[in-house]
T-cell receptor, first 115, second 111 residues
Framework: ETGVTQTPRHLVMGMTNKKSLKCEQHLGHNAMYWYKQSAKKPLELMFV???????ENNSVPSRFSPECPNSSHLFLHLHTLQPEDSALYLC??????????????FGEGSRLTVL | AQRVTQPEKLLSVFKGAPVELKCNYSYSGSPELFWYVQYSRQRLQLLLR??SRESIKGFTADLNKGETSFHLKKPFAQEEDSAMYYCALSGRSGGYQKVTFGTGTKLQVIP
């Protein structure tokens, strides 16, 4: 399968649960991103991994914990979330280098609902 | 700091009418500007980038550094153009390219 794939597509969890979102890309890219998309705010950058090293942690609460075991996989571990964390979480990847910088390839997103 | 502003949340036009989606940016360096589009029930995808200076699906966008703008234009709107449009700026931040998005404009083309 090509492109950026996110699982699960939908997730409902309680505030005391622990769950994880998964992202996988088969584009040969070596930068991966987590964005949060909610109805009332623009796309918010959460984390960036470049060459498997975290290069951006955009003031995200510690209840969100990213993991990038290799350049093809990215996880977002969730624990003790709040209802306001309900949103669409988008994963994206991009090539690293001088050319095509800033061109992101997005997954379809994981719709998270926190009860 | 880098910032992208899209002043219109919703833009409604009739089919065949011209379209202009506004985007202004703030960035101290030399930016790369993009337009992304999200059709209903589809993923967010790149529409065009200023470096390419190309027309995609009839859309064009010119970078105006004096006015710090990157407005998206199309001379004749089609129903299939209805979607959410996001302007984005890519700028150097530390050791990587940081991409910042605007709040988006929903384009509604009325038949």
């Amino acid at each position: 399968e090509t492109g950026v794939t996110q699982t699960p597509r939908h997730l409902v969890m309680g505030m005391t649960n622990k769950k994880s979102l998964k992202c996988e890309q088969h584009l040969g890219h070596n930068a991966m991103y987590w964005y949060k998309q909610s109805a009332k705010k623009p796309l918010e950058l959460m984390f960036v991994y470049s060459l498997e090293e975290r290069v951006e942690n955009n003031s995200v609460p510690s209840r969100f914990s990213p993991e990038c075991p290799n350049s093809s996989h990215l996880f977002l571990h969730l624990h003790t979330l709040q209802p306001e964390d309900s949103a669409l979480y988008l994963c994206a990847s991009s090539p690293v280098g001088i050319e095509r910088t800033g061109e992101l390839f997005f997954g379809e997103g994981s719709r998270l609902t926190v009860l | 700091a880098q910032r992208v502003t899209q002043p219109e949340k919703l833009l409604s036009v009739f089919k065949g009418a011209p379209v202009e989606l506004k985007c202004n940016y703030s960035y101290s360096g030399s930016p790369e500007l993009f337009w992304y589009v999200q059709y209903s029930r589809q993923r967010l995808q790149l529409l065009l980038r200023h470096i390419s200076r190309e027309s995609i699906k009839g859309f064009t966008a010119d970078l105006n550094k004096g006015e710090t703008s990157f407005h998206l234009k199309k001379p004749f709107a089609q129903e299939e153009d209805s979607a959410m449009y996001y302007c984005a700026l890519s700028g150097r931040s530390g050791g990587y390219q940081k991409v910042t998005f605007g709040t988006g404009t929903k384009l509604q083309v009325i038949p």
